[in-house]
């Protein structure tokens, strides 16, 4: 009743309006506010740009990294990933000019250990090994868990891919930023420190794996219940798998070319995993020594116990026999009629037995 007659608008519908102009006036608009920064995605660890043996501050994009990077001179990138989909490949591939093949090859996981190179960048996969934890050794422990991470070195940059839970790479990326001077040697020295962390995770496993051995040792020749048989194949098994993570690494790491301020450490890289792969293989000749060791126990514990049913069969039959004689159908047998007949049947029957026990236990059969 308020507003003009005819008009049709009245003053509860103008009033709203205004008060949504006044507040479109003061309050910022949408459209014309900062673009969002990029968020990296869940995929990625960690992306760091390093200049002079120095990490630069900031979380950045993987994309905005690696502009940055190529812009700095004596800059690298080093980007991890952990467990990325390929769709995550496809679009760091992108950034970073990566082969399609190469896109291929890191998405999926259980790869071999191998070096080689497509194009400018060098592609180096590991395999990761871990020991797992455990009180006491049965038919279905995990001693071992493996993974795999894949090295990726560029001119300008370094990407890491690990996949399984073994092998994290931030002790690495922790210890290089606080070593200027290596991290000065650009993407390479990334490189040899994740080799380097994987053949000393070797080394740890092999010696827990080596107490494992131990233990199990102590309790075959131990005089109380010893381990079964299929204890001995499962951490067979496990060796199996831990043998395929490291022996394979013997090659590549033999072609590795690595700068010339690198090269001694990977000497020495190349010595521990030799010391890795002896151990190892030495692990195969104790477990089938104490393996057959098991397996003859268990032959001696099969013919005992066989040895001692032969002399209870043999005790037993003393009495079925004289038992049996006597029970025929017979009229005149020695001692039916004597009062003393049964009493002496069952002296002789108690005395032969005795006798037999006797003789069986002096020679251990009982």
């Known amino acids: 009743m308020w507003g003009r007659r005819g008009s049709g608008t009245t003053v509860t519908e103008i009033l709203p309006r205004a008060i949504g102009r006044f507040l479109e006036g003061i309050a910022p608009r949408t459209d014309q506010a900062v673009p969002q920064r990029r968020r990296n995605p869940d995929a990625v660890v960690d992306c760091a740009v390093y200049a002079a043996g120095v990490r630069r501050p900031g979380n950045a994009h993987y994309a905005q990294a690696a502009r940055q990077a190529k812009r700095q001179r004596d800059a690298f990138l080093w980007l991890g990933l952990h ?6 490949m496809i679009a760091v591939a992108e950034v970073f000019g990566l082969h399609e093949l190469v896109v291929d090859q890191t998405a999926d996981d259980g790869h071999r250990p191998v070096l080689e190179t497509i194009g400018d960048v060098t592609r180096l996969v ?24 894949t090295v990726l070195i560029g001119p300008w940059f370094v990407i890491t891919v690990r996949n399984g839970a073994a092998g994290a790479l931030w002790p690495v990326r922790q210890d290089l930023e606080k070593r200027p001077p290596a991290l000065r040697q650009g993407p390479w020295s990334v490189g040899y420190a994740v080799a380097s962390r994987m053949v000393d995770e070797y080394l740890d496993v092999a010696a827990a794996v080596e107490r ?23 951490l067979k098994r496990e060796m199996v798998e831990f043998k395929r993570a490291v022996l394979p690494l013997q090659e590549p790491l033999a072609r590795l070319e690595a700068p010339e301020e690198l090269r001694p450490y990977v000497v020495d890289l190349r010595g521990r995993l030799a010391r890795a792969v002896d151990r190892i293989n ?60 049964f009493s002496v049947t069952i002296a002789v029957v108690v005395v032969i037995c005795g006798g037999l026990y006797w003789r069986l236990k002096r020679s251990k059969w009982l």
């Open 83 to 88: 467990e990325p989909d390929r769709a995550t």
């Open 282 to 341: 030495g692990f195969d000749d104790l477990l089938n020594s104490i393996l057959q060791a098991r397996l003859a126990q268990v032959s001696i514990d099969q013919n005992n116990d066989m040895r001692m049913i032969a002399a209870w069969a043999a005790i037993a039959a003393v009495p079925t026999v004289i038992a049996g004689i006597y029970g025929m159908n017979f009229t005149r047998i020695p001692g039916l009629d004597s009062p003393y007949g």
């Open 126 to 149: 590991l395999r990761t090994a871990r020991y797992v934890e455990h009180e006491e050794l049965t038919a279905t422990s995990e001693v071992v868990d493996t993974g795999d991470v």
């Open 212 to 234: 494992d051995l131990e233990r199990l040792e102590e309790e075959t020749f131990a005089t109380q219940r010893s381990p079964e048989i299929a204890h001995f194949y499962q």
